[in-house]
C-alpha cells in the first residue's frame, strides 16, 4: 500500500511555509489561464528585472569553461582583472568547479569572507568560523539543527519573522517562542516585549535557547540602531542564549538616518565573548540578487571547539554547498577594487540597481500610506513592505489576499504567514517590481481596498 | 554562556559519516606537512584527474553570461547546437540561473528528466513526479523526513550501505533496520536475510516503514539482476514498505554480463503499482562526474497526491535548487543526439572516461585480490572496492586504515563506516584514481598488509 498522508510526521504536516503558498499557486494557475499576475510575493531581484552583474556572471563563465582563458579570441572579452580572479578561484578550489570541496566550502573563499567581515567591522574574524552554505536557508536550518533537540527547547522569533524560521522549528521539533516587535516605534525590539516572551516561556516548561534576529527586517523594513542591537545582546546573554542574526539585507538600507551594524561589531563594541553568535549572509539579495545560485555563508562566534566540530559534521553530510554558488559569494565579499578595469562598469550597475530599490522603496511606502485604510512604516531596509490593512469585519487577511489576488492579478502574502498582533491585519508585498508596475500595484490595490466589502 | 557540547540532542551526537570522518581528517594534516596522501576515501572524480565533458560547461558558461552569444567573436567558439540548447534553457528559466526556481525546478528541466526516464525504461514518467535537488543527497533526505516520525519507524538499510542513510535516520530520529547483503554471491539481496532483519526488528516493536537499495552499490560494487530487483519488490509489497533506490551509479557498469535495470522498470514489468517508490538520480557520478554542482533529481511514483503536495511543501522552504545543478542534470538527460556537431567530442570524452573507469576497476580488482590476506568481489559496478581484508588479532579496521595511512599514505575509509558482518573486516577505496597511481596504491598496501602485524 502506498505511503498514507496519516503515516506521515505531525511536525512535517505542521510545517507552514506561506511564501510559497496557497496564493501562489492560485497565482501560477491564474497565470495560466491567461490572466496578468503582478508577483509581490518573494524576493527574487532577476525574477523582476534586476540585472545581474557583469563582474559575477564573467567569472562564473570563466570558471566554468577555462577554455575561455586559453583561446586570445574569447579571453579578450573578459577584463585583466575578471580573468585574474577567475584563475585564481580555479587554482584555489584545485579542480575546479566540478569536485566536492572542503565541506565547509573552499578556503580561499572562507579565507576572502573573513577579511570582508574584519573590513567590514573592523574586528578579527576567523576563516575556520565561516561556513559556506547553499544559500541563508540551509546555514539557517544547520544551526537550528544543532540548538533544538526536544520539544523542550525554545528558539525566540520576532513577530512578525521571515517563515523560514518558524518552519525549521516545527519540523525539527522544537517550540517557536514569539516576541513581538513594535509596530508603532516602526518595528523596533523592545526589550519589555523580550522579557514578557521569555518569562511566559519559562512558566510553560520551556527552555529558551536562542533568539533570531532579523536586521534588516523581513518582512518589516526595519534597521536596528546600535542601541537596540546592544540591547538584544545583553538580553541574551542575561538568558544564557544564543542569537541567530539573519543579516542578509546588510546592502538594503535605502534610508540616510540609518546605518548597518551587525551583531559580531556591537558584541565587539560591547566587548561580550560569552555569548554563542550565528551570523547569516546571502548571495541572493542586496545589489547581488543571485537567488538561483545558492550561495551565502554562516559565520559562529564564542563555540567551544567541541560543538563547531558538531556542526562542521552535519555539513559534511552533505558534502558540500555547490561550488557556483561559493564562486559568486567570493565575488560578493571581493568585488573589484578602484582602478581596476572592471571597477567602473561594477560600480554603475551597483548602483543603478540601489537607486532604483531606493527609489521603489520610497514610492512604494508614499503609496500605500497614500490609500485610506492602510497604512505602512517606513522601509528602512530589506526589501519588503509590510503595511497595516484594514479589512471588513469577520473576514482574515488571508481572505483579503486571495480576493485581491482574484480581483486584480496582485499576489502578495498574507500576514499570517509571518505573524502579527492578534487584531491586526497587513500583508507583505517586495519593492522590487520596476517603477511603472508599483505605480500600477499601488493604483489596483487602492480600488480594491475602497470597494472591498 | 556559549552552547555547550551537552546542549545538543542525542541525534545529533550519534550521527556519524565516515567518508569524512577522523581519518580524513588526519590525511589532511599529513598533506599540509608535506606527506604525499594518496585519496581513496570519495568519489570525487575531477578531484581525481577526471576531466568534466565540454558539453556541459560550454552550456554552464553560456547561460551564466549569455553575453557570449550575442557577439561573434565569442559565440563562434561554440559549437551551434550548444548555444542553441543554453537559449533553450535561458528561455525555459525565464529569467536566467540568477532567480529562484519553481521549487522543484525548471519544469522544462523536468520534462527532459521525465523523457529520459521514459526512453530508458520503456515506461511513462511524468514531470510533476520529478523533484530536482542540490545532489541526491539532499534529495534522499527529503524522502527519509517523510517516512520518518518517530524512533518506532524503522528503515530497512543495506549493511555495507553508504553512511548517508545511517546518518539521516540517526538524525530524524528514526530505527536503522540493517539487513545483511550475501558477500559470497557478489553482495546480492537474499529474501531470506531480508525477511529475517524484518521480523528481528517487528518483534522489538519497531514497525518497518522502507527499505534502502543501492543499485549499483556502493560500497560494494554490485549490480543487481532483473531477478533480484524483482524479489525486492515483492518483498517490500508483503510488507508494505516504500523503496527508496539509489542508483546514482546507473551509468557505472563495466562487466559485460551485468546490466543496469531500474527499480521503476522492473515495477512495470511486473504490473505493481501500490508500492510507493522514491528513486534518486545524480550529476555526480558516471562519466559526468560533476559533484561540486550538486545535482540530481529525485522521481516518486505511487504516492497520494496529499503526501507529493508535503513534500512539495518540505521542498519549498529551502525555495529551490541551484539552477547550475539543474542545468548540468539537464544536460546529463539531454546529452547531443548523433548528428549534432557537439556529438562526436561528447562521444569520445565520454568513451575515453567510461574505457578508463572500465580498465581501472578491473585493475584494481585484480591486483588486490593478488594480495594475500586480501579478497574482493567483482566490481560490476559503481566506483568502489570494498575488499575484505584479514586484520592481526585483537585490531579493528579502523585501527588498520589508520595505521595504512600513517605507514603509507594511502587514505581509505574502514568497513566499520559502512557496516560489515561482525567478525568481518574491510575498507572502501575508490577506483577513480589514474591506472599509474592505482599500481601505486596496490604496491603499497601489499607491502603493508604483508609486514602488519
Tied chains: 1, 2.
Excluded at 51 to 74: F, G, M, N, V
Excluded at 289 to 315: A, S
Excluded at 386 to 411: N, W
Aim: proline share 6%.
Amino acid at each position: 500500500m502506498p505511503v498514507r498522508l496519516t503515516d506521515l510526521s505531525l511536525t512535517v504536516l505542521e510545517t507552514q511555509y506561506a511564501v510559497r503558498g496557497p496564493i501562489v499557486a492560485r497565482a501560477a494557475e491564474l497565470e495560466k489561464a491567461g490572466r496578468r499576475v503582478l508577483y509581490g510575493n518573494i524576493g527574487n531581484p532577476q525574477a523582476l528585472g534586476q540585472k545581474p552583474l557583469s563582474y559575477i556572471r564573467q567569472i562564473l563563465a570563466l570558471c566554468e569553461y577555462p577554455a575561455l582563458l586559453d583561446s586570445p579570441a574569447t579571453s579578450a572579452s573578459f577584463p585583466s582583472d575578471v580573468a585574474e580572479k577567475a584563475r585564481r578561484v580555479l587554482e584555489a578550489t584545485k579542480y575546479g568547479l566540478g569536485a566536492y570541496s572542503e565541506s565547509k566550502g573552499v578556503l580561499m573563499i572562507r579565507e576572502a569572507v573573513a577579511s570582508f567581515i574584519a573590513e567590514r567591522d573592523g574586528i578579527e574574524a576567523r576563516p575556520e568560523s565561516i561556513f559556506l552554505g547553499d544559500g541563508a536557508s540551509k546555514s539557517v536550518q544547520l544551526a537550528l539543527r544543532v540548538l533544538i533537540s526536544s520539544r523542550a527547547d525554545g528558539i525566540m522569533v520576532p513577530i512578525p519573522q521571515y517563515p523560514l524560521y518558524s518552519a525549521t522549528i516545527t519540523l525539527y521539533g522544537g517550540t517557536q517562542i514569539p516576541y513581538y516587535l513594535d509596530e508603532d516605534r516602526d518595528w523596533c525590539v523592545s526589550r519589555e516585549l523580550l522579557e514578557r516572551a521569555f518569562m511566559d516561556a519559562v512558566r510553560k516548561g520551556i527552555k529558551p535557547r536562542a533568539i533570531c534576529v532579523l536586521n534588516p527586517g523581513n518582512p518589516t523594513g526595519a534597521v536596528l540602531d546600535h542601541d537596540n542591537i546592544a540591547m538584544i545582546i545583553d538580553f541574551a546573554r542575561s538568558h544564557d542564549l544564543s542569537i541567530l542574526t539573519d543579516e542578509v539585507y546588510q546592502e538594503d538600507v535605502y534610508l540616510t538616518d540609518f546605518s548597518f551594524y551587525s551583531f559580531a561589531k556591537v558584541m565587539a563594541d560591547l566587548g561580550v565573548s560569552d555569548v554563542s553568535l550565528f551570523s547569516f549572509h546571502s548571495i541572493s539579495k542586496g545589489f547581488i540578487g543571485e537567488c538561483g545560485h545558492r550561495g551565502g555563508y554562516m559565520e559562529i562566534r564564542n563555540l567551544p571547539d567541541e560543538v563547531v566540530e558538531q556542526i562542521e559534521k552535519l555539513q559534511s553530510v552533505s558534502l558540500c554547498s555547490n561550488l557556483p554558488g561559493q564562486v559568486v559569494t567570493y565575488c560578493m565579499v571581493n568585488p573589484p577594487r578602484e582602478g581596476e578595469p572592471s571597477y567602473p562598469l561594477y560600480v554603475a550597475e551597483r548602483d543603478h540597481i540601489m537607486d532604483e530599490l531606493r527609489a521603489r522603496a520610497k514610492i512604494l511606502a508614499e503609496g500605500l500610506n497614500g490609500i485610506p485604510g492602510i497604512h505602512c512604516t517606513r522601509i528602512a531596509g530589506a526589501m519588503y513592505a509590510f503595511p497595516r490593512i484594514t479589512v471588513p469585519s469577520g473576514k482574515t487577511d488571508d481572505q483579503y489576499c486571495f480576493d485581491l489576488l482574484e480581483a486584480t492579478g496582485l499576489c502578495v502574502v498574507p500576514g499570517s504567514g509571518f505573524g502579527q498582533l492578534p487584531g491586526t491585519h497587513h500583508f507583505r508585498t517586495t519593492i522590487l517590481p520596476e517603477t511603472a508596475q508599483i505605480h500600477e500595484f499601488v493604483e489596483k490595490l487602492a480600488a480594491f481596498q475602497a470597494s472591498y466589502k
